[in-house]
């Protein structure tokens, strides 16, 4: 009797569910458009949109990227077409794919936020929303939704309050206990994690003495940071109940597999897209291999079995 | 067609010290790089540099490309040690070119430095068109004499650069802009029966365009700015314009003179 090895790879979060654990992260993939030339948008987990905001924004003056060893820091400030641009001009074509559609979306207040998640709510096509309270990049007191657990449990709450969309909840690794924050989006009525968001650096030109971003700080991304992820990850696997998406750093298939063993359902490549824009693809192929070769049935029955 | 293809190196010849021209071979069909659009070369498999780096296309030769570039970091530093028969992995051609083919009007072209590499691709092509061809006139300022250059390529095309150098070993000394300037007053030329196209560092390219609204001169700039994705997602290589913030690797390189914020 032919025993056909099988690999699978489904995931659930939340209500969502996903064919593999693979998504793009937010702000590395646009709006999908640019990538379908070079990857099938079917194959992938999930699309998550560059971050989106009840009205356009235009974003920090340039420059806006610096390369560093083994990472790179921007400094977009969030620009974006806004939100009723979005789905007019670029939801229709992200409807036609088979790949669920997780829009990531901040506000600049609390009222911000809840109006922006009822906009969304309504929407056709859109599967869920990952919440961005940790961007680095915005004016100085932001930074307080990803940080203060009393204004990250309120505006949570109140986002939740908005929809019954799966709601993601992205946070920030600038904090000194992410798996509190973690919990807080849990207790406020989050159905997952994701994380991490850039962490907060600067690097100078030596010549014009000058910050290298015109913003002066930026947020790290890249292979750079892929160890500070995994441990905050196997932080929140360790004390939620809900699922943990992972990111940071990931351009491998290694390196995704890394990040589950962790303890996360589904992992988000940013940087890894600008390396190569068939990143996503080789690895949910790489995870298949693996999982096939090391007899592992279950994506599930990797999640979180690092052997501590 | 996805533009991710990988090409071997045929030849990387350093021409002066630090400057290199680099001829590919793709190993698959590529669509063809119009005059100031440009590729992101993968330089090294490793993690540091980790980003593509942009370089405009300078040629193109039975199918193989040619970028001319001067080493200025790391990255460059990298490709100018590869040798024959090494693989390069690209995305490209990217970017928009510079428009060109309908205009009746007498061209003006500028090239600062490294400027010349589109540059010289526009005056090649332009070359091509049959005649009627518009006539060419090709502004080159260079660091020093053995920085300028192309001078045999352009002779062969029928292109005998007007040549300022800073130290002024070759051609006039001074900035090319301001030969550019006096050349606009000398010969009280008709502005609107001649257009720009201009490349080089920022300062060149400032002074430039204040010259071009000064002069009611119309044309096109090429412009550089740091990149990470140079497919138009990751929002890094912004330049400011009248319009607001544009994309230097989708609306740009090339971009018309009088919409740059300086
Ligand atoms: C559209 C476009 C076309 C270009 N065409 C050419 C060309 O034909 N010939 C040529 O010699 N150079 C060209 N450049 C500049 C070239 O990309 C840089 O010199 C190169 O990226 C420097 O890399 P590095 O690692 O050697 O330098 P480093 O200074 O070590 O680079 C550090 C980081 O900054 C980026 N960077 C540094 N300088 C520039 C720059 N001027 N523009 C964009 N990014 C930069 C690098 O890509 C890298 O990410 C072009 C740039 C752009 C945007
Ligand atoms: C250019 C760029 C833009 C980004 N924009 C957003 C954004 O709009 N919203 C968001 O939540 N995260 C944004 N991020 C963060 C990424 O989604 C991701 O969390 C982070 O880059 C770490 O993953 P990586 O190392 O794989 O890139 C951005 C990252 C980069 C590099
Ligand atoms: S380099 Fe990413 S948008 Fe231009």
Not at chain 1, 123 to 142: D, F, V
Not at chain 2, 94 to 120: C, E, R, S
Request: glycine residues 10%; contains cysteine.
């Amino acid at each position: 009797m032919a025993n056909k090895k099988t690999a699978d790879l489904k995931v659930n979060l939340g209500k969502l569910k996903l064919k593999n654990p693979v998504m793009t992260a937010s702000g590395t993939f646009g709006y999908g458009d640019e990538y379908s030339e070079f990857i099938d948008i079917n194959k992938l987990g999930a699309v998550v949109v560059k971050g989106l905001s009840l009205k356009p924004k235009e974003g920090n003056p340039p420059p806006r990227i610096a390369e560093t060893p083994a990472g790179m820091l921007n400094a977009i400030g969030l620009q974006n077409i806004g939100i009723d641009s979005f789905i007019k001009k670029k939801l229709p074509f992200l409807r036609q794919f088979k790949t669920p559609v997780i829009v990531n979306f901040f506000g600049d207040s609390i009222a911000e936020y809840v109006k922006t998640a009822k906009k969304l709510n309504a929407i056709k096509g859109i599967h869920a929303l990952e919440m961005n309270i940790s961007c680095p990049n915005k004016q100085a007191g932001w930074s307080i939704f990803g940080t203060d657990p009393k204004v990250t449990f309120k505006v949570v709450s109140e986002v939740r309050k908005m929809t019954d969309l799966t709601l993601i909840v992205k946070l920030s690794p600038n904090v000194t206990d992410i798996a509190l924050m973690a919990r807080v989006a849990e207790d406020a009525g989050a159905d997952a994690v994701s994380l991490i968001n850039t962490l907060t650096g600067m690097a100078i030109d030596i010549k014009t003495k000058r910050p290298k971003l015109a913003n002066i700080t930026g947020g790290l991304s890249g292979p750079a940071v892929k160890p500070v992820a995994v441990r905050m990850v196997w932080e929140c696997y360790k004390s939620l109940s809900i699922p943990v998406i992972g990111m940071g750093g990931i351009i491998s298939a290694a390196d995704a597999i890394e990040f589950i063993l962790a303890g996360a359902s589904a992992v988000a490549v940013g940087t890894g897209n600008f390396i190569n824009p068939e990143a996503t693809v080789n690895i949910i192929k790489g995870i298949k291999s693996f999982m096939l070769s090391e007899g592992i049935k279950s994506i599930k029955d990797l999640r979180g079995s690092v052997k501590c | 067609m996805s533009r991710l293809f990988k090409a071997s190196v045929s030849e990387n010849k350093e021409l002066i010290k630090n400057h290199y021209l680099l001829t590919l071979n793709p190993l698959k069909k590529i669509k063809k790089p119009e005059p100031g659009q440009f590729f992101m070369l993968s330089v090294d498999k490793g993690l540091d540099p980790l980003l593509k780096r942009p370089l405009s296309i300078h040629r193109l030769t039975g199918g193989n490309l040619q970028f001319l570039y001067r080493v200025v970091g790391s990255g460059t530093n990298i490709l100018s040690e590869k040798k024959t028969g090494d693989i390069l992995e690209l995305i490209g051609p990217l970017g928009k070119g510079f428009p060109f083919k309908k205009t009746q009007k007498n061209i003006i072209l500028v090239a600062g430095g490294l400027g010349i590499a589109p540059i010289f691709a526009l005056a090649e092509t332009l070359a091509k068109i049959p005649p009627p061809a518009p006539p060419v006139l090709l502004f080159q300022g260079a660091r020093t004499e053995d920085e300028v250059l192309c001078i045999d390529k352009l002779k062969s095309i029928g292109i005998d650069p007007i040549i300022s150098t800073d130290n002024g070993t070759l051609g006039e000394k001074g900035n090319i802009v301001s030969v550019l300037k006096k050349y606009l007053t000398r010969h009280s030329l008709p502005v609107n029966r001649y257009i720009l196209y201009a490349c080089g560092p920022e300062p060149m390219l400032k002074s430039l365009s204040s010259l071009a609204i000064k002069h009611k001169l119309k044309g096109y700039i090429a412009l550089e700015q740091h990149m990470a994705c140079g497919l138009g997602t990751c929002l890094g290589c912004v330049v400011n314009t009248i319009d607001g913030y544009k994309r230097v690797c989708k609306e740009g390189p090339v971009f018309p003179i009088e919409k740059i914020v300086w």
